[in-house]
Structures are given as structure tokens and as C-alpha cells.
Nanobody, 114 residues
Framework: QVQLVESGGGLVQSGGSLRVSCAASGTIWFGNVMGWYRQAPGKQRELVAT???????NYADFVKGRFTISRDNRRNTVYLQMNSLKPEDTAVYYCYVRQGSDYWGQGTQVTVAS
């Protein structure tokens, strides 16, 4: 089993920055994928960014150039640095780990005020 604990969400003005973090505990496999999804009210959950343990990253087009995903493999922690935030980035951000099965965090709210 894997447990994920997110932190760092909050309220920010448009154009501002936030960093969210997710610490994984339990049975963590080397070679897993960690990442972030988000879900806005009335919308489906969508992929934001992923990172492999080897350092490969993948981003949704709508965050390229603004968000940066990184991970600390020794701490089993993944980060999402969000810059130039827009009101449409408002959502609950969910951390996940894929290692055989998918494991999800409880979500952290990010609200961007216009």
C-alpha cells in the first residue's frame, strides 16, 4: 500500500506562484511514475504533469512553460511549482503514484483569484 499526503495549496492572485508537494510512504517501487492531476468544479479530472524516477517529465499543453514538476527520490516526494497562475488553474490538485496500481492523494485546493 501507498499513502500520499499533499500540502501547499491555497489562494493566490492571478500571475502569482504556488508550490504543492506530495510525500509518499509505504511500499514504494523504484521506477514508478509520480505526478499531478487536477479537477475543476464540473469538469473531469485531467493530467497536469508526470515525472519518472529517472527524471523524464511530461506536461499538459496548458501548463507548459508555467509549471515545473520535480521529485526527490530519496524522500519519495514530488513537487509541482506553479508560476504565472491563471484563474482557470483553479482546481483541486491530486497527487498520484503509478506502480502496478494507481494511488491517489486526498487533493489540495488551489484557487487563483482574478
Amino acid at each position: 500500500q501507498v499513502q500520499l499526503v499533499e500540502s501547499g495549496g491555497g489562494l493566490v492572485q492571478s500571475g502569482g506562484s504556488l508550490r504543492v508537494s506530495c510525500a509518499a510512504s509505504g511500499t514504494i517501487w523504484f521506477g514508478n511514475v509520480m505526478g499531478w492531476y487536477r479537477q475543476a468544479p464540473g469538469k473531469q479530472r485531467e493530467l497536469v504533469a508526470t515525472a519518472t524516477s529517472g527524471g523524464s517529465t511530461n506536461y499538459a499543453d496548458f501548463v507548459k512553460g508555467r509549471f515545473t514538476i520535480s521529485r526527490d527520490n530519496r524522500r519519495n516526494t514530488v513537487y509541482l511549482q506553479m508560476n504565472s497562475l491563471k484563474p482557470e488553474d483553479t482546481a483541486v490538485y491530486y497527487c498520484y503514484v503509478r506502480q502496478g496500481s494507481d494511488y491517489w492523494g486526498q487533493g489540495t485546493q488551489v484557487t487563483v483569484a482574478s
